[in-house]
């Protein structure tokens, strides 16, 4: 780790050429070696000043953008474009620099400044900030006025689910007289329930009846949850990295689910996702910059686009600054919109190609989309750029866990693997000799070989047709929990959804819970307890509980 007490030397490409059989160094800058964190440093230092100077709107973390009609190194007919360097009209090459973005409202030329010109001279922005300890960092300008012109709104949802609900579909929070809706992103849990994850300024406050769409009809599917966030401290969110006076803007909110078997966990038109990118002050990394991603917003559909910039710092309020993680945009001939109603939508790695050396990374989650602002980004066009805060962040901050299948949902301690091994254990320890004969013989029925038993060999089951019956041990949640038509009505099937016994929780009269009726003295299990029926009518007792 560099410390101030060690000056670093400026950048240097050095070269040697001869001349009379002396070599001289040939000092160019080099800036490919600079880190985010160099970054990071540079415009945490160099921010007011920058967005001092005449026209300047915002800052972000990026590399260089290059005019599309630039010619490449490798070209021997070379051109360098002149004029307003856009969102539109340029472009990250592979060997773009790291460096700090200035986006102001009007790109001016050095003829703007001085005697002149309309503007001091000290209003230049320099191309290069120079850091206490030698490094220089490039700044890359681009126009892109920011458009006072909100996100233009839908009236309605663009899809209602018919049965399931899930990522990408909307959800609807009536609010002073309005309805108001949101994405749904993805689901959640903490281990005890299970959340949909949007948009906090939709959601508002504790205890608030959410609902959404199904068919026709408008149905509640649960209450919003006090565990959510607005906004946190930038140096909180990412120990050790620079941010003074920052705050990183999250807006997410929680809804808790009343019945979580009509919820399926992968996403609307994009499909069951991948692990969480886990990204930290650790390991976040300038590749993410045109990485491609995509997301189903419940009003613009499906949006594919790209990673234009890390950090966006878009606003300044009460002496602080606003940071959002990510600045995503369109991607190269492919049309991208955003809308109000898509705040919440699960931003998710795009590479589908199964060639693509990046495939492994298709359908990770990366981020919660939370807002959007409109620049002007080519003459009279406008077009819309989405906010989003990264998901790790999101989990991490409240203690929760992505859920990407019912299959395998918390797997590290229960899911498919937990019921199957348990089964499979259950049928060795039998005591009755001919009871132990009958489940060994009838175990594929009952689970699977426990060498087998793995995550993901687990994978997919509830999918299975007819002709692929799952083994019983698992039953409940592979055709009850997720097949709502294999069980007739709801709670036609006296199993019900929550197949699942709450030994511990005492019911709504107050009596005693059935663990504690379960214990005898000195720990031995009250036998007359440990029965069917007694189970049953004590669960009757939760028939009538309150919300």
């Known amino acids: 780790m560099r410390t101030s007490a060690v000056p670093r030397l400026p950048q240097e490409k050095i070269s040697l050429s001869k001349n009379n059989n002396v070599y001289f160094l040939e000092n160019r800058p080099s800036f490919t070696t600079l880190s985010l964190l160099d970054l ?34 490798e070209d021997p007919h070379r051109h360098k474009g002149v004029g307003p360097r856009t969102l539109r009209n340029s472009e990250v090459r592979p060997y773009s620099w790291p460096c700090i973005l200035v986006f102001v409202e009007k790109w001016l030329d050095f003829s703007d400044f001085g005697k002149s010109g309309k503007h001091e001279p000290s209003d230049i922005i320099s191309k290069r900030l120079y850091m206490p300890d030698g490094t220089l960092v490039p700044v890359c300008i681009v126009e892109a006025p920011r458009l006072e012109t909100p996100l233009s709104p839908v009236e309605e949802p663009l899809v209602a689910p018919r049965q399931f609900l899930g990522g990408g579909l909307p959800l609807i929070v009536e609010e002073q007289g309005a309805q108001q809706f949101a994405t749904i992103g993805c689901l959640v849990t903490d281990g005890h329930s299970t959340y949909a994850l949007t948009s906090r300024h939709v959601t508002g406050d504790r205890d608030e009846s959410v609902l959404a769409m199904v068919g026709e009809d408008a149905k509640v599917i649960g209450t919003t949850s006090s565990k959510c966030i607005t906004r946190r401290p930038f140096e909180d969110v990412y120990p050790g990295w620079p941010g003074r006076d920052s705050l990183l803007h999250m807006d997410i909110g929680l809804v808790k689910l009343e019945d979580k078997t009509t919820w399926r966990p992968d996403v609307y038109k994009v499909g069951q996702l991948g692990p969480a990118v886990d990204l930290s002050s650790d390991n976040f990394t ?31 309020m009460g002496g602080f600054e606003y940071v959002a993680d990510f600045l995503i945009g369109p991607r190269e001939d492919v049309p991208f919109q955003t809308h109000p109603g898509d705040s919440g939508a699960a931003v998710v790695l795009d590479y589908p190609n199964p060639e693509d050396p990046r495939h492994h990374l298709d359908r990770r989650p990366v981020a919660i989309q939370w807002g959007g602002h409109i620049f002007n980004t080519n003459g009279s066009a406008s077009q819309s750029y989405a906010m989003a805060t990264c998901l790790s962040t999101v989990l991490n901050e ?53 060498e087998t038993i793995t995550d993901k060999n687990m994978r997919g089951l509830s999918t299975n047709g007819e002709d692929q019956p799952v083994p019983f041990a698992d039953w409940p949640d592979m055709v009850y929990q997720t097949k709502l038509g294999s069980r007739g009505p709801r709670n036609a099937n006296p199993e019900a959804p929550n197949h699942f016994a709450d030994l511990d929780e005492p019911p709504p009269d107050g009596s005693k819970s059935l663990l504690d009726l379960c214990r005898g003295p000195q720990g031995a299990v009250n036998t007359r307890y440990v029965d069917p029926d007694v189970w049953l009518k004590h669960f009757e007792l939760f028939k009538n509980r309150p919300p």
């Open 40 to 73: 990071l440093r540079a415009r945490d230092l160099y921010h007011r000043h920058l967005m001092n100077k005449t026209g300047v709107v915002a800052t972000a973390i990026g590399r260089y953008l290059i005019r599309k009609e630039d010619s490449w190194p």
């Open 398 to 450: 409240l203690d929760l866990d992505l859920i990407q299948s019912w299959d395998f949902e918390l797997p590290e301690y229960w899911g498919a693997v937990g019921h199957y091994t348990i089964a499979n254990l259950a049928c060795e320890i039998i005591a009755d000799r001919n009871l132990k004969q009958l489940m060994k013989t009838n175990l594929g029925n009952i689970t699977f070989k426990l």
């Open 286 to 316: 300038l590749e993410l910059i045109g990485a491609n991603v995509k997301a189903h917003g419940a009003a613009s559909g499906l949006m594919a686009g790209v990673i234009c910039a890390l950090f966006y710092r878009y606003k300044a």
